[in-house]
């Protein structure tokens, strides 16, 4: 039967390797919890109830569980996007990206809570002021210097990740502070252990904090560094081809040896670090625009900023870094033999690597666009749908002009796809368009769980 028969070596793959992928996601959820549990204990056992009588106790204590849970949150903060393969695999980047970013928030309304709530408790116990209480915890507590620094970057990570102040940064000033968070965790830690009441009183519960540390940094270095070193000097990725495909397109050809080994296919994206004057310092994310053959992989590129522009002229030799590949926008999420794909100007990138490897699917393919220049890779795409007797619609306009607003309502996708509510629809392209697309394609009768779609932002 067609509709779970997907292109050679995709789902066998997946398959044999999925069992080992949920038992280390469980063991990896089991350890959190387990972890968490021992932070609560033994904040517990160290009177953290027990030992609240007044207001002020109740500060402190409250004080001391925020903290310890601020700092742990900080770890799996941390361990999110440590690109751990297991958790890449199962959960996606992109979900582990908003998962990062809700607990970022988290931790920072754990911090300021600890802070606030210790100074308090500290100045009433000492009878003193609140400011004179802080210059105290900097001149005699161990380690407090440091946390304050450490807290300021956090703080300093958040007021930068505001979507207002996103939208005035540079993507890469916002990355450059979002970096110095890594520095904040370390610096907060420097008064735990030697301030932290759960801490020095005990030499095993010292210990354990520790080895989270420990393995969390470990893991960081391990797979943020250490392996994609390891990859970028065993792949020996370089750009062989860099061909204009439309106005400010190109689609930028990368060889290397033992492609095959990382196990990408059609529709997924890879972290690409190019290694060329202005652009070495940056990775970016870019989508396979052609399916992997196992001697090249290929991304078409819209100049939208300064990196992308810079991009249309890599010179052909440049080497290339990439982590990857990521994402579960591919083909063997399909579960019928319909397919419908609609594309949306540069989105049309992972559908068409897609398309590519679904040889043995009934598949539309809807083509949405400004401008007729904007229809890239379209010949690659009519070239394939002649192949496999696939229909393409290009439905082009520009969607501010009434004439062309409703080009994707649902009257239209059923007029063109009259059984699309039984068909998967793959779905690429602007995020306004896609949210317009997704309400007009559940109004025509797709159910939810056969819409898969891809944003080109994390934050969508
Ligand atoms: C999963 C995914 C797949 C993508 N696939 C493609 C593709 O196949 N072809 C294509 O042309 N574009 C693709 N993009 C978009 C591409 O990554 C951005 O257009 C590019 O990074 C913009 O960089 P810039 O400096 O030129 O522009 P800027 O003006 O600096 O950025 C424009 C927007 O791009 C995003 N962005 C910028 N830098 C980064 C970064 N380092 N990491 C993540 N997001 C960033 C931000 O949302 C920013 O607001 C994809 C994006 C994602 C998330």
Redesign the pocket.
Known sequence: MATQTQTAGVLPQRGSRSGLINTFVALFALAVVINGGVMVWVWLKDGGVTQVHNFTEFLLSFGRITGLVGAYMALLQVLLLARLPPLERRIGL?RLTVWHRRNGKLVIYLVVIHVVTSTIGYAQTAHTGLWLQFKEFLNIYPGMVTATVGTALMLLTVVSSLVIARRRL???AW?GVHLTVYAGIVLAYLHQIPSGTDFFTSTVQSDWWIALYVVTLALLLIYRVLLPLRQFVRLDLHVSAVERVGPDVSSITITGKHLESLGAVGGQ?MLWRFMSKGLWW??????L?AAPNGRALR???????????LLQDVPVGTRVLAEGPF?RFIGARRQRRRVTMIAGG?GV??LRSIFEELSDAAVTFIYRAVDDADLVLHDEITQLAKERGAQVHDLVGDHRDPRFAELLSSKNLIEICPDIASSDVYLCGPVPMMHHAIENLKAAGVPKHQIHW?????AA
């Open positions: 992109e540079p993507y890469e990355y994206f940056q990775s970016h994310p870019f989508s625009s991304i078409t590129v819209k100049a939208v900023g300064g990196y992308t522009r994402g540069i990138t992972p891809e944003a080109f932002a994390f």
